[in-house]
């Protein structure tokens, strides 16, 4: 009886350690004379650290941290220090939801930036609006901010946008007959619902579409189908680890047409762990990872650059485009901030509204009261794999 | 559909079909000593390959399996020493659950040690590309090298099981752990040794199949619970049962795919599993008899 009453007593001073610890922390101190008057902005982030979105999530924390690290050593924004309480929610969108009422009820916190995932995001997208809270979103569906909710903004590219630009390479290319597959993920599911809403407008048919487990470890299975129906070409939709295995079981059973991948397909791990497979694959993307051979003209190459060069000398790890949606989604933020000159939370949510040009690592944001995504088709750049290296497209 | 056609479902059902055999395999080596169910038995494969990926990088292919199956072996034993052995009154089901708690504490502690990304193992011969050709169909060379190694493994283990000392030995404590005892057999390094069998041979299996499934940290689950329902179609300490499963259900699935929408082929799995769960316990390939006798 006795050991069972310390037992207890020992769990229960280590979840006490460990619901206490963030708020023992030290918070960071100011350097600057000017910014200890004015009051740090509690801003929360949500986002997929661990779990099958983690590469995601670990890009889009590691940018944050480095991000808010580097404005607080600037003074902040307009003089508000950043404190940043990052949750990780491992995409279930059950804990996004327990996550973001903490968030908002307990540490009252400024902003949200995250989830990672569409799924969670959509999860959370009323508790924001309820608790008047902003919400800048790092996932990509457009759902999420189509039809417009007052507090919701995401920083990533439309995925119709995404879907366009694929169709006009196969408009070009005379490709009139794809196959399609889908993760069974939030995302896999409105790119699928895009693909066959557009597909149309560019005189391509979908001839077979297959949803397959997000978890799935082998996709020969449903290539075989997609080669039986003879397809000129094949469009894989998902965020999952199986974009490389696309890759290598098309090659493997000889299923020798263009592959297509969305703009998930953005992270050099996939093309590293799909090897020789995964060259010739194309995709849109932001611009990021060809931001080295970008002309020097172009309105987004000192941001890309910067970005890529900060992030890769700190993390010794190649920068990839969705940890730009969170160095997006702060600095939409931060600008807001400036240009309301206050950090109420109304008018810096107006502030979004009309924040114009502002040039991100996805594009160039102009935000209305009706786009609170702000960027158009021309943020993606159509991408492909050549030796192991992404390059842009040429046909 | 035309004869490559058909070939070539028949081989999408037999690379995800090679696929559960080898992951069930270890699943019957503790049970057949313990009558426990282990499902820590994915996080071994992972724990396997990972540390294949990461010796890869310094010493050739051959010799990076090798450390890593022992490496992942000597974990097994220890694993089993620290949280298996000193449980007082462990009755199946209580070690089961450790099991369940096991398979989440390895996982997480692969998060720190590696991180959240994906790797693979290169192919043991050819690239990604390079595939086998067989009546108009195509399969990758890496399956091939799954079948054979699940082929060997299971020969290995008959043999072992049949006609040395030591697997006897295992074998009687699974049958009466008291009897065993009462004959001189040290049943609790019986118990020990077959978490290190089982954990190497899942290195083994996680090496193998790590070109084609890549490998992450959390992917041991979902490996398993496939594993575990193959190891039960197959019946439960039936490693032969266990291959010849495995290849049915991915068999099975492939004729799902080509008849059906993808999505249905999990269904058909589950739909096994119960039909088997309810109408024969024992599993397909095992006489009911044999396994009556085991759980006296």
């Known amino acids: 009886m006795r050991t069972r009453v310390a037992a207890i007593l020992v769990v229960s001073v280590v979840v006490l350690g460990l619901v206490l610890s963030p708020g023992c922390k030290k918070s960071p101190t100011g350097t600057a004379p000017e910014a200890a008057a004015a009051e740090p902005i509690k801003v929360g982030a949500i986002l997929a650290v661990t779990g099958p979105a983690s590469f995601l999530g670990a890009p889009e924390k590691k940018t944050l941290e480095m991000f808010v690290e580097q404005i607080n050593q600037a003074g902040g924004a307009s003089g508000h220090k950043i404190e940043l309480l990052i949750k990780d929610s491992g995409a279930k969108p059950e804990n996004a939801i327990s996550m973001a009422k903490q968030l908002i009820d307990e540490e009252k916190v400024l902003a949200i930036i995250g989830p990672s995932t569409s799924g969670e995001t959509m999860a959370i997208k009323n508790i924001c609006e309820e608790g008047k809270t902003i919400l800048l979103s790092c996932a990509a569906a457009e759902t999420i901010v189509n039809p417009v909710a007052n507090q919701v903004f995401k920083t990533p590219q439309k995925d119709s946008d995404a879907a366009r630009r694929i169709f006009e390479v196969m408009k070009d290319a005379g490709i009139t007959k794809i196959g399609v597959i889908t993760s069974n993920a939030g995302f896999g599911i409105a790119g699928g619902q895009q693909l066959q809403k557009l597909a149309p407008e560019y005189g391509v048919t979908i001839a077979i579409s297959e949803t397959y487990d997000k978890q799935e470890t082998d996709l020969t299975g449903v290539l075989t189908k997609l080669k039986g129906a003879e397809v000129e070409a094949v469009v894989n939709w998902s965020i999952v680890p199986a974009q490389s295995l696309v890759a290598k079981n098309m090659r493997q059973i000889a299923l020798d047409v263009p592959l297509f991948q969305s703009h998930g397909f953005g992270n050099i791990k996939y093309v590293e762990a799909g090897g020789e497979a995964a060259n010739g694959t194309i995709f849109p993307c932001g611009r990021l990872l060809v931001a080295d051979v970008l002309p020097d003209g172009h309105p987004q190459k000192k941001v890309l650059v910067k970005y890529k060069n900060d992030y890769e000398s700190r993390y010794k790890e190649d920068a990839s485009t969705f940890g730009g949606h969170a160095y997006d989604a702060l600095l939409i933020l931060t600008e807001a901030i400036k240009k309301a000159g206050s950090v109420e939370p109304e008018q810096v949510r107006e502030a979004i509204e009309n924040l114009q040009g502002v040039v991100g690592t996805g594009g160039v944001f102009n935000f209305s009261a009706q786009d609170h995504n702000g960027l158009d088709k021309d943020a993606f750049e159509v991408l492909t794999v050549k030796d192991g290296k992404f390059v842009v497209y040429e046909p | ?296």
């Open chain 2, 1 to 296: 559909m035309n004869l490559s056609q058909i070939v070539q479902y028949g081989l999408a059902g037999i690379t995800v079909g090679s696929i559960y055999a080898i992951t069930a395999i270890g699943f019957n080596i503790i049970y057949a000593t313990t009558g426990v169910i282990n499902f820590a038995q994915g996080e071994f494969l992972i724990v396997g390959a990972m540390t294949a990926i990461s010796l890869s990088r310094i010493a050739p292919l051959p010799v990076a399996i090798l450390g890593a199956v022992l490496i992942t072996t000597v974990l097994g034993g220890l694993i089993e020493i620290v949280f298996i052995r000193p449980v007082k009154h462990a009755s199946v089901l209580r070690l089961i659950v450790i099991t369940i708690g096991l398979s989440i504490l390895i996982r997480e502690a692969m998060l720190h040690v590696w991180d959240e990304k994906v790797r693979s193992l290169p192919y043991f011969t050819g690239t990604p590309v390079s595939t086998v050709t067989i009546l108009g169909a195509h399969i990758s060379p890496q399956i091939l090298w799954v079948l054979g190694v699940s082929a060997v493994i299971v020969v290995a283990l008959t043999l072992f099981f049949r006609f040395t000392r030591t697997g006897r030995a295992m074998r009687a404590c699974s049958d009466d752990r008291m009897a065993a005892r009462l004959c001189g057999i040290n049943d609790r390094w019986m118990v020990t040794l077959s978490f290190m069998l089982s954990a190497g041979i899942g290195a083994f299996a996680g090496c193998v199949i790590s070109p084609v499934t890549q490998t992450q940290y959390d992917m041991g689950a979902p490996l398993a619970i496939k594993g575990f329902t193959v190891a039960i179609v197959g019946g439960l300490g039936n490693s032969m049962g266990a291959v010849a499963a495995g290849l049915f259900l991915g068999l099975l699935e492939a004729l799902v795919m080509s008849q059906f929408a993808t999505a249905y082929k999990d269904v058909v799995a589950i739909v096994v599993l119960l039909l088997i769960l309810i109408f024969r316990p024992s599993g397909l390939f095992t006489r009911s008899d044999v396994s009556a006798l085991r759980t006296v």
